[in-house]
């Protein structure tokens, strides 16, 4: 008679740490210098457009419906009846006592925008390429900064005032 082989169910949640924790051995640590960014705030979402600022000048992107409305739940600071992706994440970086430095929106090639979460875990620190949007989300439910590439900002920047 053959034997069932039995397979190993690792929870979602094991696996985003074991992936997290593996980019923090694995990963090339780059610094950035602050002063080629500006602090940035999230001034508006409607629909799925989101304006992403500093003073009167600001970038207006477009994201999905899904992440929009994420991005709208971490302003409020409303974590539904059960937590999306973006609130997993953060309790798993509190959980891993890794912390959000900051966010890097960096580039738009003219399709597509760039981002990076800064992390760091005691004396280690990892650059992380994501989403702008995911990378908002996060962020405002970490408490963290956003900033925006200064040069970015001067080319795609649009004035809102």
Known sequence: MPRKKKLNKIPAITFIVLVLLSILVFAAINMIDQ???????????????????????AIVAETTP???????????GI?????????????VL?????????????????KYYYANLLLKSGDKTLKLDTRPSDAIAIALRA????YLNKTLLKEIGKNIC
């Open 143 to 146: 408490n963290a900064t956003i």
């Open 94 to 110: 509190k959980s891993f006592n890794i912390t959000l430095e900051a966010v890097h929106i960096d580039n738009f090639d003219g």
């Open 35 to 57: 002063s080629n960014y500006v602090e940035a705030n999230v001034l508006k979402v409607s629909d799925t457009t989101i304006i992403i600022g500093n003073n009167c000048t």
């Open 66 to 76: 899904e992440r929009s409305e994420s991005i709208q739940l971490g302003m409020k």
């Open 79 to 91: 974590i539904q009846d059960r937590p999306n992706t973006h609130d997993t994440f953060v309790e």
